[in-house]
């Protein structure tokens, strides 16, 4: 199946610095999403993403969709401690069948 | 988080016990997927599943992993003879089947000891 590569593997950041992460893929997608993990919960949904070279915002987040469909970034500004968490993009080619990159494991210093 | 109710969020099983994870998608959505998140690492597909279908289970491990959806009640991940690296948290998710995306569940930790 297709295979996502997401960098970094993790990061540690100061309070209000900015942070990006992005996530390639050998093939192409016709949705990227991104995903945040709380620890000892589920994923919850960010950004979704559904043209190619769409950018869009959700407060201190921004993603775009690559032109080639085969990649895709995420964007926070100005960090603050809630910002921590594992962060993972996801594609989908169909409406059905979603993968994941491995996640971005963010740790903020206040 | 709230609308897909897994269960249990904490299960221990002894080596060769059976596992039952359960998942009861959010109102309206007809369309089941599981996951298996080893510690440190990213979410792994398993399953698949509408309503009394199995649409891919690719993921799945041939033996001893079976998963259903029936009409009636929850989604069950069925882990039979349980070994140690079974451990894991288990992630249900569901979508109405329209491609926005799935919402999942808290997920269900396993632990074989």
């Known amino acids: 199946g297709q295979q996502l590569n997401q960098s970094p593997q993790s990061m540690f950041i100061q309070e209000g610095e900015d942070v990006s992460m992005n996530c390639t893929s050998s093939?192409?997608?016709?949705?990227w999403l991104w995903y945040k993990q709380d620890p000892g919960e589920g994923p919850v949904l960010l950004i979704a993403?559904?043209?190619?070279?769409e950018l869009t915002s959700n407060g201190r987040l921004t993603a775009q969709f690559g032109i080639t469909r085969k990649d895709s970034f995420l964007n926070i500004s100005a960090s603050i401690p809630s910002d921590v968490g594992i962060y993972f993009c996801?594609?989908?080619?169909?409406?059905?069948?979603?993968?994941f990159g491995a996640g971005t494991r963010l740790t903020v210093k206040p | 988080n709230a609308g897909v109710m897994q269960n249990p969020r904490h299960l221990v099983r002894r080596r060769g016990q059976e596992a039952r994870l359960r998942c009861s998608p959010m109102?309206?959505?007809?369309?089941v997927y599981w996951y298996r998140q080893l510690p440190e690492e990213g979410l792994k597909f398993m399953v698949y599943?509408?309503?009394?279908?199995?649409?891919?289970e690719s993921g799945m491990p041939k033996e001893r992993f079976s998963a259903e959806f029936p009409k009636e009640g929850p989604s069950i991940l069925r882990i039979q003879q349980v070994v140690r690296g079974d451990s894991a948290a288990y992630f249900c998710?569901?979508?109405?089947?329209?491609?926005?995306?799935?919402?999942f569940g808290s997920g269900t930790r396993l632990t074989v000891v």
């Open positions: 996801a594609g989908q080619y169909n409406n059905n069948d979603m993968r």
């Open positions: 109102k309206g959505h007809s369309h």
């Open positions: 599943l509408q309503k009394e279908n199995i649409i891919d």
């Open positions: 993403l559904y043209k190619a070279g």
């Open positions: 998710a569901s979508s109405p089947g329209d491609g926005i995306g799935y919402t």
């Open positions: 093939s192409i997608f016709n949705t």
